[in-house]
């Protein structure tokens, strides 16, 4: 796992989702101004984030200790994103954890969808009975984009819900319902979709119709109360 952390290469098949900004943003949290003990198996990144790896005896537990609230008083920006960062690293670990566990070297696809506006995400892409299973419960629902999701529950966060996709090569869905922010009316909503072993066709399909739902859904949709 630790070279997961450290190996661009690596990073690229885990963390965050393909854009434009994805290596630079790998460079700037891994590797720039960071502090590193491979012999600790321990990381420190940008803003105070740390990692530590632990040995289990065939497995390895991962520890990401944020740095409290209110720790860089330079950056106003850094404390009213504070909660959305937490989020985000919620999705990231799980989705390093998905990744080693189901996908070893493997590279991905991913669809990101992000916006506001269409209520709480799970009621609208109809996940919310699949919310209510414990992890590695098996799932079947009909999915909001015309297709039939089954698979299994991931993960559980306060803010998120992770489910395997069985049809997106074991794929990956992560459901996100960040936080309201100061002086703004409603949370954001997000979604990451990562599809593995899809021909470029397959592919193109699941991301046309992803969007098409989200953009119906989230960006012209009226708000909920």
């Known amino acids: 796992m630790w070279e997961a952390l450290r190996d661009t290469e690596q990073l690229r098949r885990w963390h965050g989702w393909h854009c434009d900004e994805l290596d630079k943003e790998i ?4 590797h720039r101004d960071v502090v590193e003990s491979a012999a600790e198996y321990r990381l420190e990144v940008q803003g105070g984030d740390r990692f530590e790896l632990a040995d289990l005896g065939g497995r390895t537990r991962l520890r990401l200790t944020r740095p409290p609230r209110g720790s860089n008083p330079e950056s106003s920006e850094w404390e009213l994103y504070y909660d959305d960062m937490t989020e985000g690293w919620i999705t990231f670990v799980h989705q390093l954890r998905f990744a080693l566990e189901r996908h070893p070297g493997a590279d991905r696809r991913t669809v990101f969808l992000s916006g506001g506006g269409g209520g709480p995400v799970l009621r609208a892409a109809g996940l919310t009975a699949a ?52 002086g703004k009316p409603e949370s954001g909503a997000m979604m990451v979709l990562t599809a593995y072993d899809l021909d470029d066709a397959a592919f193109s399909d699941l991301q046309a119709r992803w969007t098409a739902w989200w953009n119906r859904t989230f960006e012209t949709g009226p708000a909920e109360a």
């Open 27 to 30: 460079e700037f949290i891994y």
């Open 131 to 182: 919310a209510g299973s414990a992890p590695g419960s098996p799932y079947e629902l009909e999915g909001p984009a015309g297709e039939r999701l089954r698979g299994e529950v991931w993960f559980r966060s306060e803010r998120q819900l992770g489910l395997t996709v069985a049809g997106w090569g074991d794929g990956l869905l992560v459901a996100v319902q960040n936080p309201v922010p100061p």
